[in-house]
Antibody
């Protein structure tokens, strides 16, 4: 069965960095585009970043461009989100999620999600 | 960027009733690339409908989606107790960025 498990969340001061990971299992990870989505406490969903199945192309929401980097290791079935220069407004639960269809571009819904990892940015 | 506006913000209904949730887009959604998700407290969202009207795997047929262009609807034909949750629409046709609506809370009346 498909499983996605995030890790790496925690409490961090503004301006510091954090690296999130998402361990995938139960499917051919290297065939699927992957996303990070976040949800601030009590708020709605916000798409953060996407990486192609082969890692070649990456896309970001404007608010994190230049600060966050999405990457993947297909040999280890792992997705990462390097978050630098963190701001209070980055506080959220961060989910990794999988594209519905394999070998796609940025144009698919998300059929599997992890349980999320909480990032709190506070002084 | 396509802005999605969901209405109503909160919908109060009883089990057995029909629910109609709306999602309006600020511009036409390419290829009807619109999805609906259900989220319960403390859990990740669950994909219900994609490509405007296709049900995801394992989703009961009381859930249906319709619409095109800028107006989309999620209908739950007969509410079950487990259907009370928050529902989000998402567009993925004109991206980046992928965008979500602000959500509709479906609560028990």
């Amino acid at each position: 069965q498909v499983q996605l498990e995030e890790s790496g969340g925690g409490v961090v001061q503004p301006g510091r960095s954090l690296r999130l990971s998402c361990a995938a299992s139960g499917f051919t990870f290297s065939s699927y585009g992957m996303h990070w989505v976040r949800q601030a406490p009590g708020k709605g969903l916000e798409w953060v970043a996407f990486i192609y199945y082969d890692g070649v192309n990456k896309y970001y929401v404007d608010s994190v461009k230049g600060r966050f980097t999405i990457s993947r290791n297909n040999s280890k079935s792992t997705l990462h989100l390097q978050m630098n220069s963190l701001r209070v407004e980055d506080t959220a639960v961060y989910y990794c999620a999988r594209d519905l269809r394999p070998v796609g571009s940025l144009g698919d819904p998300f059929d599997y999600w992890g349980q999320g990892t909480l990032v709190t940015v506070s002084s | 960027e396509i802005v999605l506006t969901q209405s109503p913000a909160t919908l109060s209904l009883s089990p057995g009733e029909r629910a109609t949730l709306s999602c309006g887009a600020s511009q036409s959604v390419s290829s009807s690339y619109l999805a609906w998700y259900q989220q319960k407290p403390g859990l990740a969202p669950r994909l219900l409908i994609y490509d405007a009207s296709s049900r995801a795997t394992g989703i009961p047929d009381r859930f249906s989606g319709s619409g095109s262009g800028t107006d989309f609807t999620l209908t739950i034909s007969r509410l079950e107790p487990e259907d009370f949750a928050v529902y989000y629409c998402q567009q993925y046709g004109s991206s980046p960025p992928i965008t979500f609506g602000q959500g509709t809370r479906l609560e028990i009346k």
